[in-house]
């Protein structure tokens, strides 16, 4: 229910950037939540914003319940809060939203900025990447703005304030819509006016996720305003900014920042989960949240630091054969880098010729918390034998995790992948299997031994009276999520249409 994959050792890593964060004896002051001053403690501050309270209903009982059943849920997640809770409900007060919203991360990510759901949404506030552009928030291979804790957090309440206005300060159907998308609560409005029924979000057709979304936070609120009541522990945090925002000015090794700051690097990737390498982005932003206590040695350090040393640089003699791609998945960096840095017009490279290239100033499993350690460290926890898969035409999820007798959630989870993103063939998959591999690299499923081979053929079906996504999937042994992913035009769509021709890939041996 509330299970979210998090980086080995997060709240240890996260409770030690708290404690840098503040050392202070007064930070755990005020320790019995109830009694707190809201002057000092963020959590009596939230109580006192608290609008949406003294709402009853039985779902809302129910998902009380949950947390009464696991309170060292609240104990641990409350602790990871830490650092982000004041910038988050400054910004809510300051756009005059309820204060319930500093809430919603605890639903959405357990308030872990690295948090990647099923769905493909990412950071503190599980934003997908459609809404996420839409919300200005630039996703590339150095950056993803859904996970930078300022710009996600802004994107979010701007996002949850024009759904307000859509639903003319109905803050609960607001909470709907942003759980189920707002054409979603508006069609369900709309069946129920036609129905001649109430349209309150207690009396909508909704999603069995989104019915059970709202009550939740709602449950929530309630262990907050009165934890004692409920059995739950709350970590004191301090009601004064937790860090400060650094203009850096260009790009910059993340462990040289680090050792700038006299910082573990974990605790700026902690504070700077947006960029997803080894180095901030060179197109920016050109910032870097930081401590307040190391904001200013790292000032100092970086004026008085040759901008020339911000990055470590090799010189690369091109050699026959090579390519731009090869090259940049060598040093691990991008070809738009090289290209800028050499000032090269296209991707054509000639045997003897020299480039620049920025590298990291440590070796990579330094920077624990990017993107691509983050993925090693997934897929290097699994049982039985690690097969590293290599996609052909037709595969799908549903086909490769059949194949090794997994889920395809868990075939997801060790790639670093939503179930639903898109895979191609060429591309490497990691899986743990407990069948017996001749080898640990597999590029047919031959080698399994004692398995028959599913004989996978494409298939073009066209939609009969009657017919639903579901159907289909049953009639033909896969799943919905296959259907989609091989037809990306019903991305987005809720129906299909006799006449419509659909594409599947189908296990002729099986049907």
Same mark, same amino acid.
Do not use: C
């Given at each position: 229910m509330y299970s979210i994959s998090l980086p080995k050792n997060y709240a240890a890593l996260a409770l030690g950037l708290w404690l840098s964060l503040c050392a202070a004896p007064s930070c755990f002051a005020n320790a019995a939540p109830v009694a707190a001053d809201a002057s000092t403690d963020i959590w009596q501050r939230i109580r006192q914003g608290l609008t949406l309270?003294?709402?009853?209903?039985? /779902? !809302?009982?129910?998902?009380?319940?949950?947390?009464?059943?696991?309170? &060292?849920?609240?104990?641990?997640?409350?602790?990871?809060?830490? +650092?982000?809770?004041?910038?988050?409900? &400054?910004?809510?007060?300051? /756009?005059?939203? +309820?204060?319930?919203?500093?809430?919603?991360? =605890?639903? &959405?990510s357990a308030y872990d900025p690295f948090a990647y759901s099923h769905g493909r949404a990412a950071g503190l506030w599980q934003i997908i990447p459609g809404t996420g552009r839409e919300l200005g928030l630039t996703q590339d291979w150095w950056y993803d703005g859904r996970r930078d804790v300022r710009a996600s957090t802004d994107a979010a309440l701007e996002y949850l304030s024009r759904l307000g206005r859509a639903f003319d300060g109905d803050w609960?159907?607001?909470?709907?819509?942003?759980?189920?998308?707002? %054409? %979603?609560?508006?069609?369900?409005?709309?069946?129920?006016?036609?129905?001649?029924?109430q349209q309150d979000f207690w009396s909508l057709k909704l999603p069995v996720e989104t019915r059970n979304y709202v009550p939740r936070l709602l449950a929530l609120t309630d262990v907050v305003a009165d934890p004692q009541k409920y059995g739950q522990t709350l970590t004191p945090v301090p009601n004064s900014a937790h860090f400060a925002v650094i203009e850096t000015g260009s790009q910059i090794d993340l462990a040289q920042a680090a050792s700038l700051a006299g910082l573990? !690097?974990?605790?700026?990737?902690?504070?700077? +989960?947006?960029?997803?390498?080894?180095?901030?982005?060179?197109?920016?932003p050109h910032q870097l949240l930081l401590p307040d206590t190391a904001a200013a040695s790292f000032e100092e350090n970086l004026a008085a630091l040759d901008p020339g040393q911000r990055l470590q640089w090799t010189r690369y003699t091109v050699r026959t054969g090579d390519s731009l791609s090869e090259i940049s998945d060598r040093f691990n960096t991008e070809i738009k880098v090289i290209r800028d840095v050499n000032k090269l017009r296209n991707n054509r490279i000639v045997a003897g010729k020299t480039l620049m290239i920025p590298i990291a100033s440590a070796p990579l499993e330094v920077y624990a918390l990017s993107?691509?350690?983050?993925?090693?460290?997934?897929q290097s926890k699994g049982e039985g034998n690690r097969v590293e898969y290599t996609v052909r035409p037709?595969?799908?999820?549903?086909?490769?995790?059949? /194949?090794?007798? =997994?889920? *395809?959630?868990?075939?997801?989870?060790?790639?670093?992948?939503?179930?639903?993103?898109?895979?191609?063939?060429?591309?490497?998959?990691?899986?743990?299997?407990?069948? +017996?591999v001749?080898?640990?690299?597999? *590029?047919?499923?031959?080698?399994?031994?004692?398995? /028959?081979?599913?004989?996978?053929r494409k298939l073009g079906y066209r939609v009969r009276n009657g017919d639903s996504l579901a159907r289909i999937a049953g009639k033909f042994n896969i799943t919905i999520e296959d259907i989609i992913s091989w037809n990306q035009k019903l991305r987005g769509k809720k129906y299909i249409h006799p006449g419509q021709n659909l594409t599947l890939y189908v296990d002729v041996t099986s049907t």
């Open positions: 309270q003294d709402i009853e209903n039985s /779902r !809302i009982a129910a998902e009380r319940n949950w947390y009464v059943k696991n309170p &060292e849920y609240m104990a641990r997640v409350s602790s990871r809060a830490a +650092p982000y809770l004041y910038y988050v409900v &400054e910004e809510i007060e300051r /756009r005059g939203m +309820p204060m319930e919203f500093a809430l919603l991360p =605890v639903m &959405e609960l159907k607001a909470l709907a819509a942003y759980n189920a998308g707002k %054409r %979603r609560v508006r069609q369900a409005e709309a069946r129920n006016r036609n129905l001649g029924r573990d !690097i974990d605790a700026v990737y902690l504070l700077n +989960p947006g960029f997803n390498r080894w180095a901030t982005s060179p197109g920016g993107a691509d350690q983050r993925q090693a460290a997934k037709g595969d799908s999820f549903w086909s490769i995790a059949r /194949r090794f007798e =997994v889920s *395809t959630r868990k075939l997801a989870e060790w790639n670093g992948l939503a179930v639903r993103d898109p895979i191609h063939p060429g591309q490497t998959l990691v899986v743990w299997s407990k069948q +017996p001749s080898t640990s690299r597999v *590029t047919s499923a031959s080698t399994l031994i004692p398995q /028959r081979e599913p004989m996978m």
